[in-house]
């Protein structure tokens, strides 16, 4: 949108737009997304902090104010626990942002600019074509270097292969799997929102139960 149309943040704020927009001075400035390299790392970032970090609540593309005339929607966004408001105006403690093609470098450097004056802890840039990534804090911006990503208190790891999807996605079955307890498994039904997941995670759960009773049942006769 043009320089010269202002849309009143009230206006913004009652309208759904498709993809979502930033809304920056009054100015709405376009959401890169669409391409299968974006949505891939995005949708991959989400199952990655669900499943290894389900005490996080874990969103994508919300609104989120920054400022009283500017509203950011981060590709990912992590609280430390679920607030109760639809559009976020307290600062997440982990942004991430997914850079396409198109994105320009003065724009997401003012994106992380507004993040880290807002209070954001910690935000993530991944570059899908080049494979890199970048954690910048109030102190400053460093490369991932150790191919995984970080935060601190709370402690945070997740390897960039993961979310570029040099992974298969069969080891995230294999995490699931592997938290066998059924009260892991339906608090992992209850953090994946993709209807699959539930029921396949439901599935196993229901399995696991069934199979520690006939064990039970053989050992007592």
Request: hydrophobic share 40%; charged share 25%.
């Amino acid at each position: 949108m043009g320089a010269s149309t202002l849309v009143p943040v009230e206006e913004y704020l009652s309208t759904s737009y498709d993809p979502d927009c930033d809304y920056v001075d009054g100015e709405l400035e376009d959401h890169n997304v669409g391409r299968k390299s974006h949505a891939k790392a995005q949708s991959n970032l989400l199952l990655a902090l669900r499943i290894h970090y389900p005490s996080l609540f874990v969103v994508v593309e919300q609104r989120t104010r920054v400022s009283a005339t500017r509203y950011r929607i981060p590709d990912v966004c992590a609280m430390l626990a679920e607030p109760d408001e639809e559009v976020f105006t307290e600062p997440p403690f982990l942004c991430i942002e997914v850079l396409s093609p198109d994105d320009r470098a003065s724009r997401i450097e003012r994106k992380i600019a507004d993040y880290l004056k807002f209070g954001v802890r910690y935000i993530w840039v991944i570059d899908p074509r080049t494979r890199e990534a970048f954690i910048h804090t109030a102190t400053g911006m460093r490369a991932v270097e150790d191919g995984v990503l970080r935060t601190s208190d709370p402690d945070i790891a997740v390897p960039l292969a993961e979310i570029l999807g040099q992974t298969d996605f069969n080891n995230r079955w294999r995490d699931i799997m592997d938290a066998w307890a059924p009260q892991r498994l339906f608090q992992l039904r209850n953090t994946c929102p993709p209807p699959m997941i539930r029921t396949a995670i439901t599935w196993m759960g229901n399995w696991k139960i069934a199979t520690w009773a006939r064990r039970i049942t053989a050992s007592s006769r």
